[in-house]
C-alpha cells in the first residue's frame, strides 16, 4: 500500500512537471513519457519502496533519451513533418 501512495506522487509529479510555457517539442516529450509510465505500469515496476529510486533513474534516463530524439528531429529538420502528421 505505502508503495502505490509513492507511485501515485512519482504519477503526479511527472504530470506537473510540464510548465503552461513549455514549448511544443517539450509538450511532445511530456506526452509520450506520460503514456509510457503510466499509473499500471509505475505500479508494476514498483513493488516496495526500496523500487522508487530505480523507478526515478528509469524515467531519468527515458527523459534523456527523448531529449536526444527531439534534438535529433530538430537537426534533420523533420519537425515540420511530424506536425503536419499531428503527432505533436
Not at 504519477?11 to 511532445?28: G, H, M, P, Q, W
Not at 516529450?29 to 516496495?48: A, D
Not at 530538430?74 to 503536419?84: A, P, Q, T
Amino acid at each position: 500500500m505505502h508503495c502505490q501512495q509513492n507511485v501515485k506522487k512519482i504519477y503526479i509529479c511527472v504530470i506537473l512537471l510540464l510548465s503552461e510555457n513549455a514549448d511544443t517539442c517539450a509538450k511532445f516529450v511530456h506526452n509520450i513519457l506520460l503514456k509510457k509510465f503510466h499509473i499500471q505500469v509505475l505500479e508494476s515496476m514498483c513493488k516496495t519502496t526500496l523500487d522508487v529510486p530505480e523507478v526515478l533513474e528509469k524515467i531519468s534516463i527515458e527523459v534523456k533519451k527523448m531529449k536526444m530524439f527531439v534534438r535529433n528531429i530538430i537537426e534533420l529538420g523533420i519537425l515540420d513533418l511530424l506536425k503536419i502528421e499531428d503527432n505533436w
